[in-house]
């Protein structure tokens, strides 16, 4: 079924033209993200991945997919199915960054519906508006998705919000118990993507959609806990390998493996942080925020969200003048462990809005060195610290998605795609225009393109 080119006007302004819909050459796709797998971890001959690297040889790898601005992991998956950058399918955090008003201090809200948190179309909405069936295990940003038949979200409470036949399945098949209302808490990482493996091999087995969208979180937890290519990180990386081997062997019983294609991806990649940064403890000491016990925020006339290696500032109080902006942005321009401080008129280069067009948005951007994590603590009067003491992890994502160290691994291979291609860097705005051209869908509007150099000569036809 094709899918009209709908007007740019009707959806998203000033994004890139139009792509046309074909003759589906894969019946299937099945999308894996392993969260947190960087680019450079499948050459690393301690990597044990013979899955990975196998669908590699059978098909597609790229040398490294740039990801985009803030390279955590909600954005980035949203990219991965809209083929747009953050300022355009709005999703800039974990959650609704939410401004509060004046004085009060800025939070992540991740308890919101895909509908409140991405701004146009998605893969799945295309695939279930051309009547394609589609499921999705643990993605960000799908509660309350109208387009997903079965979908157990990547959001608080998700038990809770999984779609009413799968979790009566699941509970079945004894991988939820009762209502399992504590999921998260009361489950390890290896055990939560077990449970999703396995509820993405039933759906598989009882439905063979269309496609199929799989997040995997035990990688990106052990590398923030222990830092990538370390014992436990290698270990990581083994289980999602065989997770995937998992999928792939119930892809096989299904009878569906000539008819699919399959994509490994990831949403970034990590780099080691044994320093933190605490700009809100610089704040505090100038006066600009108020803190309590453990360092939290209890009052902010400005303040720093942390991101991993960017910290996302906002003048939380409207009476502040230009010369207290300004004082601001030289207290940070003066530190050396600072790469750099961004302003509104730069945003748009990394793919950000700007904070009069969404207010979500921060006022200035701060962009860490190599080796230091933000901190979101306010206590103490030093700026560079031990990271463990500051509570950032060994190992840490959102540094500016230009390193290469943030790319994340592709892998495809199967239906409808060239055997033995090694391409060079590629972006995660063209994996959902592929993924639809496979299925014969076209993306209405897209930062991104088709990866024409790995369709089969039919496909690309």
Not at 134 to 156: E, G
Not at 252 to 270: L, R
Not at 274 to 281: R, S, W
Request: some cysteine; overall charge negative.
């Amino acid at each position: 079924m094709l899918i009209r080119c709908l007007a740019a006007s009707l959806l998203i302004v000033g994004a890139a033209s139009c792509l046309a819909a074909g003759e589906p050459a894969a019946r299937h796709v099945v999308m894996i993200s392993v969260d947190g797998f960087p680019a450079y971890l499948f050459d690393d001959p301690k990597a044990p991945i013979p899955n990975v690297r196998r669908l590699a040889r059978e098909g597609v790898v790229a040398a490294g997919m740039r990801v985009v601005n803030p390279s955590v992991t909600w954005p980035n998956h949203t990219s991965l199915v809209t083929g747009l950058r953050p300022d355009k399918h709005g999703v800039l955090a974990n959650g609704i960054l939410t401004r509060h008003g004046t004085g009060q201090p800025v939070t992540i809200e991740p308890r919101h519906d895909q509908a409140d948190l991405i701004h146009g179309p998605t893969l799945f909405d295309l695939a279930h508006q051309a009547g394609l069936s589609t499921a999705a295990i643990n993605w960000p940003c799908t509660r309350n998705s109208r387009s997903l038949d079965d979908n157990f979200p990547d959001v608080p409470e998700n038990v809770e919000y999984t779609t009413p036949r799968l979790r009566q399945e699941l509970q079945a098949a004894g991988l939820l118990t009762g209502e399992a209302k504590n999921f998260i808490k009361d489950t390890s990482g290896p055990e939560r993507d077990y449970i999703w493996t396995e509820a993405t091999r039933l759906v598989l087995d009882k439905r063979r959609p269309n496609l199929t969208l799989l997040h995997l979180l035990n990688v990106d937890g052990s590398h923030h806990a222990l830092g990538p290519q370390s014992p436990g990180g290698y270990t990581a990386i083994a289980y999602a390998d065989a997770c995937i081997g998992r999928v792939l062997d119930a892809i096989a019983a299904a009878g569906m493996q000539d008819q699919t294609a399959v994509f490994i991806v990831a949403d970034h990649g990590f780099i080691l942080t044994p320093k933190a940064l605490k700009p809100n403890a610089l704040l505090r000491r100038e006066g600009f925020l108020k803190a309590g016990r453990g360092g939290k925020i209890e009052e902010a006339r400005v303040q720093v969200v942390p991101e991993g290696g960017m910290g996302l500032l906002y003048f939380s109080d409207p009476s502040l003048s230009a010369e207290e902006q300004g004082r601001v942005r030289r207290l940070f321009e003066g530190q050396k462990e600072i790469a750099q401080v961004l302003e509104p008129r730069q945003f748009s280069q990394y793919g950000l809005p700007n904070p009069r067009a969404d207010a979500q948005m921060a006022d200035l951007v701060l962009l860490a060195k190599e080796g230091f994590g933000v901190s979101g603590r306010a206590d103490g009067d030093e700026f560079v610290v031990d990271g463990e003491a500051a509570g950032v992890p060994r190992g840490s994502h959102g540094f500016v998605a230009d390193q290469n160290m943030m790319n994340a691994v592709f892998v495809a291979a199967g239906a409808g795609l060239r055997r033995g291609v090694r391409l060079g860097e590629i972006t995660n705005l063209d994996v959902a225009p592929t993924a639809a051209a496979l299925l014969g869908l076209a993306m209405p509007v897209v930062d991104g393109h088709v990866l024409t150099d790995v369709l089969s000569t039919a496909t690309a036809k």
